[in-house]
């Protein structure tokens, strides 16, 4: 038996390269230092030195090697799927609410175990030069 692709898988095979083809909002482009915060008026925000600022998308699986998909992305908006070896993955919806500032709500596994919140994370600037 011999397989004969329809039109339908034609065009099912020539879309799927297109999938997860949109990007982050540039407000997330590059890297530099972040206030990154549970509450959105930003206080006790922790500091943090990001060489990506995509990883902002996978906060719970920071630490982790993960693979991102952004599903959908316009300048303000991106709907954002991740996976992470040895387990764990999440999704993320970001809004950019100002050129150096992002709400992120996230949810998944991590642990084996659900997680879901909202993350304000603001970017300060470049990260600080360290001096020795």
Known sequence: ?????????CAILLAAPMLGGATLPSAL???????VSTNATGTNGARHCL???GILTQWEHRR??????VL???PERADVQ????????GNSKVQVLTPRSVRIQTQGIASGLPFGYTIHARKLGACPVVKR
Request: one cysteine or more; proline letters at 3%.
């Open 1 to 9: 038996m011999r397989f004969v692709p329809t039109a339908r898988v």
């Open 29 to 35: 482009s590059g890297g530099g230092e972040w206030s």
């Open 51 to 53: 060489s990506d600022a």
């Open 64 to 69: 982790a090697q993960c693979t991102r998909v």
């Open 72 to 74: 959908t992305g316009t």
């Open 82 to 89: 991740y996976t992470c070896t040895g387990g764990g993955f």
